[in-house]
């Protein structure tokens, strides 16, 4: 999956690139360098939020949706959209119109902030709403609650006000470790997408409740600004290897601070090359792990340099 949420501010800076034209280039190299690297792997653009069927159209005709196989979507009509849950059916259809890629649902969830029970009853519906919809996968947003002294990854506290602390109580598991309703009821047709940061302490703890849970899909992520760090490479080959006994949707995406127009994660890179140059390392290292029919010896770790 190439980057995540390109139409959120918190996830793309499309203030430096008003017309996702540097979004686009950066989005097609990086599909040609996978196609080369695993051409049966199936490629995602990134989900998008708020759910936008002029936006879909600009990809399109940017070239975007020529390059992958299909469309991301992410939705929280409990907690941030300016929709009802009921209208998950009609916000897929509104994309089905517009395009004929398959159509992902690369996250949909609802935060026990208010109450366990309202999250309860945003996944009772959405898992009812989507079972028959149009749509290829489900991801559940999220496993894990973030832990109160982390900082949630959006431009938007200030604005968002009390919402904001809705992002620390997503999971199906409380920061403590203890399980919430919808965790009990939790139906393992969905996947789960959960991100991991740098060395995250949370790892053995999230494998243990997704075995628990019996999910079989998992949708996660390598941030290409870790990549840079001390000891990425350890600890990326620590993430990728724990979950070989998953169906793992690899998400790929933020900025390094000192290859973008401005130090910042979510800002378009000076060069779109250099993107896909980490999603070809990438594939190169854990194609095995990701791609379909990996032959035997490919089932090893390479480390080309950087």
Avoid at 189 to 198: D, K, M, P, V
Avoid at 239 to 250: G, N, P, R
Avoid at 260 to 266: D, R, W
């Amino acid at each position: 999956m190439l980057w995540n949420e390109p139409n959120n501010l918190s996830h793309w800076n499309f203030h430096l690139d008003p017309d996702w034209r540097r979004y686009a280039q950066m989005v097609r190299q990086a599909a040609a360098a996978a196609r080369q690297l695993a051409p049966g792997l199936p490629i995602v653009a990134g989900g998008i939020s708020p759910i936008d069927p002029q936006f879909v159209r600009l990809l399109d005709s940017l070239g975007v949706l020529e390059a992958v196989d299909a469309l991301g979507i992410h939705g929280f009509p409990l907690d941030w959209n300016h929709w009802t849950i009921q209208q998950w059916p009609e916000k897929v259809a509104e994309i089905g119109a517009v395009t004929d890629k398959a159509i992902w649902i690369t996250e949909a969830g609802a935060s026990s902030f208010g109450a366990e029970e309202v999250q309860l009853f945003g996944l009772d519906t959405t898992a009812r709403l989507l079972a028959e919809a149009p749509v290829e996968e489900i991801f559940w947003y999220s496993l894990l609650d973030l832990p109160p002294a982390w900082t949630a990854t959006t431009r938007h506290k200030e604005s968002e006000g009390s919402a904001y602390y809705r992002h620390y109580y997503m999971g199906l598991v409380r920061a403590d470790g203890r399980p919430k309703l919808a965790a009990k009821r939790f139906p393992p047709s969905l996947g789960i997408c959960q991100w991991f940061h740098f060395q995250d302490p949370r790892l053995e703890e999230a494998l243990r409740w997704l075995r628990r849970l019996g999910v079989k899909k998992l949708r996660t992520g390598l941030s290409w600004a870790d990549w840079f760090r001390p000891g990425a490479e350890a600890w990326f080959d620590r993430q990728m290897e724990a979950l070989t006994e998953f169906e793992v949707t690899l998400t790929l995406c933020f900025t390094p601070a000192q290859l973008g127009l401005e130090p910042h994660y979510a800002s378009p890179p000076r060069r779109p090359e250099d993107f896909a140059d980490f999603c070809a390392w990438t594939l190169e290292r854990y194609r095995a792990m990701i791609a379909p029919a990996a032959a035997p010896d490919e089932r090893r770790l390479e480390a080309p340099a950087h």
